[in-house]
């Protein structure tokens, strides 16, 4: 391995947790071991792999060996942070050997890098508590509390501060891997956003190209373009010291269909029309929760940076919008809403709440998260434009459908734009930078005997709705393609995928073949690899 000052950190040494507690060590499981049966299954019930051995390591040290091992032997090895890969990348029937980075967390100072780290296995909301009752300062990321990192960074996350303060990546100022080289040695570099680094297009390709591609990440490394100093508490954004917070609902039973489609469209024209990077409502994060009539209720959930001017007529002003055109007015939100919302009925007037109080609220308050038997299928969209009205009829003729009967199914809408919008599309491996919101088909469901029926639905849902372009969201100048954190291999399939478009354009447009030419440096023997991974040049 090669020496960088990445080695030097405070906090956190070779043998010891950044809580000065001595390291574990590597731990070897397999099926022989009573733990084995938590280890090889993901979030999302439908992926159980049965790999040889789940190797758990608990310091970035630890992890070239295994690497080394699995390659020495020519074991498939998966790597698995937080365990929320929406698809079977990590756990599938190919999988011998999982290196599970999920005891990985610490997070602190790096005087070497002049950065906040962020070991890979971290889940958000303790990376949150961490940088903010530490130093005040967090970063952009995504709302689930137990996320990791790992795979969450690297695909460009976002959460609810993404309109004010951009992407996760839009912080990120090196990364830690440990990749292959093509006589099969393991290696270890630190790639930094620095214009002479050599390793720079490493760095890039872990804004937004996705995980499981180029090597194992062991450590983020955060500090925001233009932070000076060696201040840990200026390095880093520093959230609303409190946010105004709403959850409403609009009854399924109260709304036509021409009500729904005004609705949607409210959603997705607000959007376009303040995407801006210094639009005044920057400050304002709201998402829409459309789901399946029986639930009865639509969803919606709306925060505000209380602390900027006005802030209460940037929030009524944005409520107001939503309902125009909606004979009935919003109510309390009293449904669970999928994975992301549980009942919230006493925020149908607004709450003055501390930010870390909100962030922790929203991530943890819904038991779907912790139901072990769930299973799921995702789709996703970026959307340019406001919905064309037959895209909007059609969310409507499938979330009405008689013959589903599941309140845990929703499409979400989900914020973009504003500071989103400041970085240019070359400049991050993320590149859907002129897009002014998202939707997530999120189908969730308990009972394995449902899985045909419930996939159908979304694979229906989807194809009818981008009939025009081949079943899928090309880029143009309504859609934009797919978002690489919410995988979904029926883009590889031509029978769900007619568009003439491949999967890759889809997540990467014209970036995918600088992210191959990274993959084929720094991966040519393509050991990280799953059924959607960047193709080095010699496969």
């Not at 956190?12 to 299954?41: F, I, K």
């Not at 949607?264 to 400050?283: G, L």
């Amino acid at each position: 391995m090669v020496h960088h000052p990445a080695d030097e950190a405070v906090g956190r040494c070779e043998n010891h947790g950044s809580d000065g507690v001595r390291a574990a060590g590597s731990m070897t499981v397999t099926p022989d071991d009573r733990q084995y049966p938590d280890l090889v299954r993901a979030l999302n019930a439908r992926f159980v792999a049965h790999p040889e051995s789940v190797r758990v390591v608990d310091a970035p040290s630890q992890v070239p060996a295994v690497v080394a091992e699995a390659v020495r032997r020519d074991k498939r090895l998966t790597v698995r942070s937080g365990g929320h890969c929406l698809e079977d990348f990590v756990f599938n029937a190919g999988t011998q050997v999982v290196l599970d980075l999920s005891r990985m967390k610490a997070v602190y100072y790096h005087r070497g890098l002049n950065a906040i780290a962020v070991e890979a296995g971290a889940g958000l909301l303790d990376v949150y508590e961490k940088l903010y009752g530490t130093w005040g300062v967090t970063i952009p990321g995504g709302i689930c509390y137990s996320v990791g990192v790992g795979g969450h960074v690297s695909g460009g996350g976002w959460g609810m501060l993404v309109r004010r303060d951009g992407l996760v990546v839009d912080h990120l100022y090196a990364v830690e891997v440990v990749h292959v080289t093509a006589d099969g040695s393991v290696r270890t570099v630190v790639a930094t956003r620095e214009p002479d680094d050599p390793h720079r297009d490493l760095w890039w390709a872990h804004t937004g190209g996705g995980g499981g591609n180029f090597g194992v990440v062991t450590r983020y490394f955060f500090r925001s373009p233009g932070a000076t100093g060696t201040d840990p508490c200026r390095l880093l954004p520093r959230p609303p010291a409190e946010v105004l917070f709403s959850a409403v609902s609009w009854s399924w039973r109260d709304l036509t269909r021409d009500e729904f489609v005004r609705l949607v469209q409210n959603y997705a024209s607000w959007h376009v029309a303040n995407m801006a990077p210094d639009s005044p409502n920057r400050f304002v994060t709201s998402f829409m929760l459309l789901n399946h009539q029986s639930n009865g209720q639509i969803g919606m959930v709306t925060q505000v940076d209380a602390g900027v001017p006005h802030a209460e007529k940037l929030l009524d002003e944005y409520l107001a919008y939503m309902s125009a055109g909606v004979s009935t007015g919003p109510g309390a939100l009293t449904e669970p809403m999928g994975e992301l919302v549980g009942p919230m009925p006493h925020l149908a007037k607004p709450q003055r709440m501390p930010w870390l109080q909100c962030t922790r609220f929203m991530g943890t308050t819904n038991p779907q998260l912790n139901d072990p038997t769930l299973r799921a299928k995702y789709k996703s969209a970026y959307m340019k434009a406001n919905f064309p009205r037959a895209h909007a009829e059609t969310l409507y003729k499938h979330l009405t459908r008689t013959d589903i009967d599941n309140p845990k199914i929703n499409i979400q809408l989900t914020p973009y734009g504003g500071r989103t919008h400041a970085v240019g599309e070359r400049e991050t491996a993320l590149v859907h930078r002129g897009a002014a919101f998202k939707m997530l088909w999120s189908v969730l469901w308990n009972d394995p005997a449902d899985d045909a029926k419930y996939i159908a639905w979304a694979r229906e849902s989807y194809a009818e709705t981008y009939v025009e372009t081949g079943g899928v969201p090309v880029p143009n100048d309504v859609t934009d393609g797919c978002y690489v954190n919410y995988p979904d291999t029926d883009l590889n399939d031509l029978a769900y995928n007619k568009s003439n478009v491949p999967w890759h354009e889809l997540y990467y447009k014209e970036n995918y073949s600088r992210l191959r030419r990274v993959k084929t440096a720094y991966d040519p023997r393509n050991v990280f690899r799953h059924r959607q991974s960047v193709r080095p040049h010699a496969c």
